[in-house]
């Protein structure tokens, strides 16, 4: 990990944090390298993980984008890569195995609207500013987020905000099904740990089996019918189930 990722965990929450305040968090090739090194391996060094935070250091931004100043050198072969290793690490966050929540405080822009996007869930505070201004560049999103805009808000408004490059409010945000919550700036990180608060306390193995099940249904390989009965099948039969099941019964908290 190197120092433009900062990680922090209490209690089973993990936060992760990118450093780059000066350039509002814009995602460089050490960026994403980290991203990619905890999102896919170092996360096991934090014993009994239960949720992940992901936000952005300073006042101003959660991450403006992708550096645009490492952009002048690419050619298309190192163009690509540089995509597809940025949509290989999303994929890492959006099927982690533990809900991630973006903690929106500021600008999430370009790379950084896709970095939100790829989490489980999004909070932002009401200075948060959401787009994808990469057609102003002569670009289009290359972390996913021609993908993943029109899932969250149907295809006329990814449409709309790819198109002009426009940004939208966090209560707008809200509005259009981009995030979960539009909160006050002090409220940000409370509303993140009352949602986990929630999740923390459900049977771990049912939580990571219905995030693969939701995301199944937006991955074309699968068929996310077929993903949630064979998991079902596979969960009653689960220690977990049979505590669960119990607990009801025996009118008790289940102990997972
Ligand atoms: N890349 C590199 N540096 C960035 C950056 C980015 N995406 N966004 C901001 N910065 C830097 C600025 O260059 C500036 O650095 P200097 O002080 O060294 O000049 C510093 O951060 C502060 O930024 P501003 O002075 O511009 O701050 P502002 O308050 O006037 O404006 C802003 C804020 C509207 C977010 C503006 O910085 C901006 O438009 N940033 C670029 C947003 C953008 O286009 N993002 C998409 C990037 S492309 C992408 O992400 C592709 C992809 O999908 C993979």
């Known amino acids: 990990m190197n120092e433009t990722v900062l990680i922090s965990s209490e209690g089973g929450i993990a936060t992760?944090?990118?450093?780059?305040?000066?350039?509002?968090?814009?995602?460089?090739?050490?960026?994403?390298?980290?991203?990619?090194?905890?999102?896919?391996?170092?996360?096991?060094?934090?014993?009994?993980?239960?949720?992940?935070?992901?936000?952005?250091?300073?006042?101003?931004?959660?991450?403006?984008?992708?550096?645009?100043?490492?952009?002048?050198?690419?050619?298309?072969?190192?163009?690509?890569?540089?995509?597809?290793?940025?949509?290989?690490?999303?994929?890492l966050i959006e099927n982690f195995h533990v809900p991630v929540i973006a903690a929106v405080n500021g600008f999430a822009l370009g790379g950084g609207c896709e970095l939100a996007m790829s989490c489980h869930m999004r909070v932002a505070s009401m200075n948060a500013k959401f787009g994808l201004p990469e057609v102003s560049l002569g670009l289009i999103p290359g972390y996913g987020g021609t993908q993943r805009l029109p899932q969250l808000v149907g295809k006329a408004k990814a449409m709309e905000l790819t198109l002009t490059g426009g940004m939208v409010t966090a209560e707008e945000a809200h509005d259009i099904g981009l995030v979960n919550y539009a909160v006050e700036k002090d409220e940000l990180i409370d509303t993140c740990m009352g949602i986990f608060k929630k999740t923390k306390s459900k049977g771990p193995l049912a939580v990571s089996k219905a995030i693969a099940a939701i995301n199944a249904y937006y991955d074309n390989a699968k068929n996310g019918y077929e993903t949630e009965y064979s998991t079902f099948g596979d969960l009653l039969v689960s220690d977990e189930c049979k505590e669960g099941v119990s607990a009801f019964i025996e009118k008790r908290k289940a102990n997972f």
Do not use: H
Request: no cysteine.
């Open 16 to 91: 992760v944090t990118i450093n780059r305040p000066k350039a509002l968090n814009a995602i460089n090739a050490d960026v994403m390298q980290a991203l990619n090194d905890w999102f896919g391996k170092e996360y096991k060094t934090i014993e009994g993980l239960k949720g992940v935070i992901v936000t952005g250091s300073g006042e101003k931004a959660f991450v403006a984008g992708a550096d645009i100043k490492g952009f002048t050198n690419l050619t298309v072969e190192s163009g690509s890569k540089v995509s597809k290793f940025g949509q290989e690490t999303f994929f």
